[in-house]
């Protein structure tokens, strides 16, 4: 699973002090143990005949389930069924059916079998039901928004802008509430769907299709196989209009499932998918282990996306056009990390929750491996330097394990520790063990538990098997502990015995022991030295030189997951610019001189040597901290933004010049401007109209409406918030609902940029904008996923809303001829009062 992380909310002060995240604080012996779920049954074989009553947003359904005792004998068979109804239950022989007993309350179905059974000794049950979702109590979280495991979207057609659809989500254990199972990950099963959908719709599922049946009144039946086991939470059904869009690796049909609107996009934004199952087959040593790959979006999607096998279904942001797609495919990271699970959680899954590392962690880094791969190590590093920051910089996570034995809800694992923390350990180890151990490490964790469960133990053993090191210190500090090193340093010169002294100071209250990269600069040149930091609060070595050096720069080649305090002078940061290869410190070294530009000279020089780095986003950066309304820093480095600005080969780029240039208001520019607005990109398009309104806002109605902000990067959106907020661009309000709906957490982060986003959804409320008013309820009930059961914040949230209401009845009173679309906004805000409580 890739989840969903609604940045602006995330990156507030609110939510880190608030602990967005919080674990419940237990102590000796009352200490919580989550235990993997006790075998008492093995699932063999799961058969579904499904239909859709689309008006109740309810499945008809019978199923088959293959089973044996797991080892110890039992006459019971004991199912997850959350709110449904169940009909009949009985045991099949040969297509004979004898009813059986059962009992069924609080969503669990206790089936009393006609004898006792030995292990491995099967029997079919076979069960008719209803599944009503919506009557389903389980709650969303943080990850994953809802939990009622089907999901029926505009189901009766009511809006005219929503296809409808039907799509599943089994993560964590959702899939009882479609079909009764053991919903436990450490359960595995073959299986096979019928499903009955209008002609009109097309279907997937995990596996192949294996046959399609016209049926009487303009129906059709569709028969999925899977043949080989895989955990009841990546069980999929997906049905809808849509094109698919067919393409292969070697001889496995690889299918775009995508909404007709989008067919013509298809292929650039999926279309690397073939060569990602042909670039991990190859660094895993394992070829791709299923029979098809196919991929769909939905439409309110709780999540990122999810690896269901063979399956993979995408929220709806997958879905980009020309304008998007040129700037980059914002999704590709996620279609890699989907991809990956194929391997680590769907061909090897996680024995538990408390173990979702092995599944998780891994999907985290396949977006590395995959960006080093095609794109290049300072990719690479931008991708995982962003991930790990976002784990940094919340302190609520500084406490929670890797492996996580302890937490309150199985939802909570779900988080920067599992994914973006988890994603940097396994680099770390990628780095100590070296790529051939490492990969050879995955390769045997792959085989030998190939279509099984295992944990992080299993995992180490893998390693160690392959590499001949005791790992153990290793996975003790990061997959079975907590916190990262926190560190200062400094270092002296010895004249005498010509040596510089380096103390690395860690300050957490549990020292690390690590390996670490240490560049000693003399005449500005580094010198490499790798160490070894013992688990003590200092640590001191010594490197011969010839003179005091002129810089020392800890953790050099990017590698330790750390939280360093570094201070350097201006003229230090030019030094390791222009001294490393490694995109970390040279970004660093950018970010380092934040505060001094236009101060010192040295700065400028920086700024001028990033402006001509190989890596874009390096470019971005110094574009980001430049000044040109400062004469000087114009002087020594507006002729170059200017060329960037037109010619870089990159439209990120060439739009951040676009903007570093209109910090001039000079009408010189203009031209690049004027071009920039009819560009296809949309970050040059945005960036330019943002630049002619700084130098003529007379024509910000004229232009407010030039950009498609649907979909749009979340700063290309922040870009043109002012300029639609205070024209009042209606065509455009839906679109910046996002920073509408949060502007109580903006502000405290962007005071300016929070009173716009305040303005903005003052002016959504008292507007009859039925698309508007729907997009901030939508993403205010993300965020009550993401928040949990924080008092404060729901609070707020709550007067935000109770003020919308307010603002719309007025509005109703004021234009009683427009009832009916104001009544509707009024419902939803409504409902999401009501979900707030």
């Given at each position: 699973m890739k989840k969903i992380i609604l940045s602006i909310a995330l990156l507030s002060g609110i939510f880190f002090s608030s602990n967005v995240f919080a674990q419940t604080e237990t102590s000796g012996r009352e200490k919580v143990y989550r235990a993997t779920h006790a075998k008492v049954t093995e699932l063999k074989h799961t058969k579904l005949k499904v239909n859709f009553d689309y008006q109740k947003e309810q499945m008809n359904g019978e199923e088959w389930l293959t089973a044996s005792p797991y080892f110890y004998p039992t006459n019971e068979l004991t199912l997850d069924a959350k709110a449904m109804l169940i009909h009949e239950v009985a045991l099949d022989v040969n297509g004979k059916k004898s009813p059986l007993k059962y009992d069924y309350k609080d969503d669990i179905l206790?089936?009393?079998?006609?004898?006792?059974?030995?292990?491995?000794?099967?029997?079919?049950?076979?069960?008719?039901?209803?599944?009503?979702?919506?009557?389903?109590?389980?709650?969303?979280?943080?990850?994953?928004?809802?939990?009622?495991?089907?999901?029926?979207?505009?189901?009766?057609?009511k809006d005219p802008d929503m296809p409808t659809q039907l799509w599943t989500q089994g993560e964590t254990e959702s899939s009882s509430a479609w079909f009764p199972t053991i919903d436990k990950p450490n359960q595995k099963t073959t299986q096979e769907i019928y499903m009955t959908?209008?002609?009109?719709?097309?279907?997937?599922?995990?596996?192949?299709?294996?046959?399609?049946?016209?049926?009487?009144?303009?129906?059709?039946?569709?028969?999925?196989?899977?043949?080989?086991?895989?955990?009841?939470?990546?069980?999929?059904?997906?049905?809808?209009?849509?094109?698919?869009?067919?393409?292969?690796?070697?001889?496995?049909?690889?299918?775009?499932?995508?909404?007709?609107?989008?067919?013509?996009?298809?292929?650039?934004?999926?279309g690397n998918t073939p060569e990602m199952i042909e670039f991990f087959s190859k660094k895993l040593g394992y070829d791709y282990p299923w029979a098809k790959y196919a991929q769909i979006s939905g439409r309110d999607y709780v999540s990122g996306a999810m690896e269901n096998t063979t399956a993979?279904?995408?929220?709806?942001?997958?879905?980009?056009?020309?304008?998007?797609?040129?700037?980059?495919?914002?999704?590709?990271?996620?279609?890699?990390?989907?991809?990956?699970?194929?391997?680590?959680?769907?061909?090897?899954?996680a024995e538990s929750w408390s173990n979702l590392t092995v599944n998780e962690s891994f999907a985290n880094y396949s977006e590395y491996l995959w960006n080093e791969y095609k794109y290049g190590k300072d990719q690479a590093d931008y991708h995982q330097m962003e991930d790990v920051n976002m784990y940094i910089h919340n302190p609520s996570d500084f406490k929670k394990n890797l492996v996580r034995f302890?937490?309150?809800?199985?939802?909570?694992?779900?988080?920067?520790?599992?994914?973006?923390?988890?994603?940097?350990?396994?680099?770390?180890?990628?780095?100590?063990?070296?790529?051939?151990?490492?990969?050879?490490?995955?390769?045997?964790?792959?085989?030998?538990?190939?279509?099984?469960?295992?944990?992080?133990?299993?995992?180490?053993?893998?390693?160690?098997?392959?590499?001949?090191?005791?790992?153990?210190?290793?996975?003790?500090?990061?997959?079975?502990?907590?916190?990262?090193?926190?560190?200062?340093?400094?270092?002296?010169?010895?004249?005498?015995?010509?040596q510089v002294s380096v103390t690395i100071n860690q300050t957490q209250e549990?020292?690390?022991?690590?390996?670490?990269?240490?560049?000693?600069?003399?005449?500005?040149?580094?010198?490499r030295y790798n160490v070894w930091v013992n688990a003590q609060t200092a640590n001191t070595f010594n490197f011969d030189v010839s003179k005091n050096a002129d810089l020392v720069n800890i953790n050099s080649d990017g590698v330790l997951l750390a939280d360093i305090t570094d201070s350097k002078t201006p003229e230090q940061y030019l030094m390791q610019f222009t001294g490393s290869k490694e995109f970390k410190s040279r970004y660093n070294a950018l970010k380092g001189i934040k505060e001094q530009v236009g101060k010192n000279p040295a700065t400028t020089k920086l700024l001028a040597a990033a402006?001509?780095?190989?890596?874009?986003?390096?470019?971005?950066?110094?574009?980001?901290?430049?000044?040109?309304?400062?004469?000087?820093?114009l002087k020594t480095l507006g002729s170059e933004v200017e060329k960037l600005a037109s010619n870089d080969p990159k439209t990120l780029v060439q739009a951040a010049a676009i903007s570093a240039l209109a910090k001039t208001k000079d009408k010189k520019y203009l031209p690049i401007f004027e071009k920039g607005v009819n560009a296809v990109s949309n970050s040059v398009k945005g960036n330019s109209v943002g630049a002619i309104l700084a130098i003529d806002p007379s024509k910000a109605n004229s232009l407010g409406d030039k950009i498609d902000l649907e979909g749009a990067s979340e700063s290309?959106?922040?870009?043109?918030?002012?300029?639609?907020?205070?024209?009042?661009?209606?065509?455009?309000?839906?679109?910046?609902?996002?920073?509408?709906a949060f502007y109580p957490f903006i502000k405290f982060q962007n005071p300016e940029l929070g009173k716009v986003s305040e303005e903005g959804y003052n002016w959504i409320m008292s507007s009859d904008n039925l698309k508007a008013t729907e997009s901030v309820t939508k993403i205010l009930g993300h965020a009550k996923g993401q928040m949990g059961d924080n008092p404060q914040v729901k609070m707020m949230i709550s007067q935000m809303l109770k003020d919308g209401l307010s603002k719309k009845m007025n509005l109703l009173k004021q234009n009683p001829q427009n009832a009916e679309s104001i009544n509707k906004q009024v419902d939803l805000i409504n409902k999401a009062i009501e979900n707030f409580k």
């Open positions: 206790k089936i009393t079998l006609d004898k006792t059974y030995q292990k491995n000794q099967d029997y079919t049950v076979y069960i008719k039901y209803t599944a009503r979702p919506n009557e389903v109590k389980q709650q969303g979280s943080a990850a994953i928004n809802d939990a009622k495991g089907l999901y029926f979207i505009n189901a009766q057609g959908v209008p002609d009109k719709y097309v279907t997937l599922s995990n596996g192949v299709l294996k046959n399609s049946q016209k049926e009487a009144n303009g129906l059709r039946t569709d028969h999925w196989v899977m043949d080989k086991r895989h955990s009841t939470y990546l069980f999929f059904m997906g049905v809808g209009e849509y094109a698919i869009v067919k393409d292969k690796w070697k001889n496995i049909p690889v299918d775009y499932y995508i909404e007709k609107e989008y067919e013509p996009y298809a292929k650039q934004i999926y993979t279904l995408h929220g709806s942001d997958i879905l980009q056009k020309s304008g998007q797609l040129i700037d980059e495919n914002k999704w590709e990271d996620t279609i890699a990390h989907e991809l990956f699970h194929h391997w680590f959680g769907d061909l090897v899954t302890g937490y309150d809800s199985r939802e909570d694992v779900f988080d920067l520790v599992t994914y973006q923390k988890g994603g940097g350990i396994l680099h770390m180890l990628r780095n100590y063990l070296g790529d051939d151990a490492f990969f050879a490490g995955m390769n045997d964790y792959l085989k030998t538990y190939e279509y099984q469960n295992a944990e992080a133990h299993q995992l180490r053993l893998s390693f160690e098997k392959v590499s001949g090191k005791d790992l153990n210190w290793f996975f003790n500090q990061w997959f079975f502990g907590s916190g990262n090193p926190k560190i200062n340093y400094s270092y002296t010169f010895e004249p005498v015995k010509k549990l020292p690390f022991e690590f390996p670490l990269a240490i560049d000693v600069y003399e005449n500005g040149k580094p010198k402006l001509k780095d190989p890596f874009f986003r390096v470019r971005m950066k110094a574009l980001e901290l430049m000044d040109l309304s400062n004469a000087e820093q290309l959106v922040e870009q043109m918030l002012p300029i639609v907020v205070k024209n009042k661009v209606t065509s455009q309000m839906p679109h910046i609902a996002q920073f509408a």
